[in-house]
């Protein structure tokens, strides 16, 4: 792993009031990163970022910043400078021709009712990627590919490989999840029952038939990648 620069001050994000980030000392000012823990903590410093770098911690398996269990071993990593610096996306979601908002993990249609089902479609370039009748569908970005995403039969995306969109619980076995490079629209084609938007986990209101959900990438932020359990690297130190 390249050598970069060691990082000594950090803030704390997150609910983490056990961790143990020694060697780094944990400020409320001038910060060299954010060490966001939990996927609304990762979120809430990606879509605020004025240029620190976060480490998320907490996301999936880890693989991109560190889990809970090893974020010891990722502090010592960051004071040691062995990291990689990876850029991430912040996705601008407008509904209908107004803005809702932005998200940094994912954007989510879901069937608001228990035992109801609507008929999503994909849409990029002009083209309808598929339609298919499920509980929903999500939009992932690479940093939150390994969440819900991954949980609906989404792949986990390298960063910089796209956006992954993915039907949750469809009604055919035939749908299959799209890497798209956005920008792209959801659609709802028909509903059954009212359909819920989210922004990563939040619910932005509703959606109807014919009121496209477009997503795009509007900004992005810088995420620290310090070795993964087990790596050569990291058994190196």
């Known amino acids: ?14 609910a983490a009031a ?4 020694s060697p780094l000392s944990v400020v409320d000012d001038d910060a060299e990163a954010v060490v966001a ?36 071993a990722a502090a010592a990593a960051l004071a040691e400078g062995q990291y990689r610096r990876v850029t991430h996306p912040v996705l601008g979601v407008d509904a209908d021709g107004e803005q809702v908002g932005r998200a940094v993990l994912d954007v989510t ?7 109801r089902i609507s008929e999503y479609a994909l849409v990029a370039d002009g083209e309808r990627l598929f339609d298919v009748r499920a509980d929903g569908v999500v939009a992932s970005t690479p940093l939150g590919s390994g969440g819900y995403g991954r949980a609906a ?14 039907p949750v619980s469809p009604f055919s076995t ?12 959801l659609r709802v084609e028909r509903d059954e029952g009212a359909v819920s938007l989210f922004l990563d986990g939040e619910e932005r209101g509703q959606v109807h038939p014919d009121d496209p959900v477009e997503i795009g990438v509007v900004d992005e932020f810088t995420c620290l990648r310090p070795p993964v359990a ?8």
Do not use: C, Y
């Open 230 to 237: 087990g790596s050569p690297e990291l058994e190196k130190h």
């Open 37 to 72: 823990v939990g996927a609304e903590a990762v979120a809430d410093a990606g879509r605020s970022s004025d240029g620190t770098p976060v480490l998320a911690v907490g996301l999936g398996d880890g693989r991109q910043g560190t889990t809970r269990d090893n974020l010891d």
């Open 153 to 166: 039969g989404g792949p986990v995306v390298a960063p910089g490989g796209g956006l992954s969109v993915v």
């Open 109 to 115: 249609l879901m069937t608001s009712e228990p035992a």
């Open 1 to 14: 792993m390249t050598q970069s620069s060691p990082i000594s001050r950090v803030s704390l994000h997150g």
């Open 174 to 185: 035939r749908a299959s999840p799209w890497v798209v490079p956005g920008p792209f629209e």
């Open 18 to 21: 056990d961790a143990d980030l």
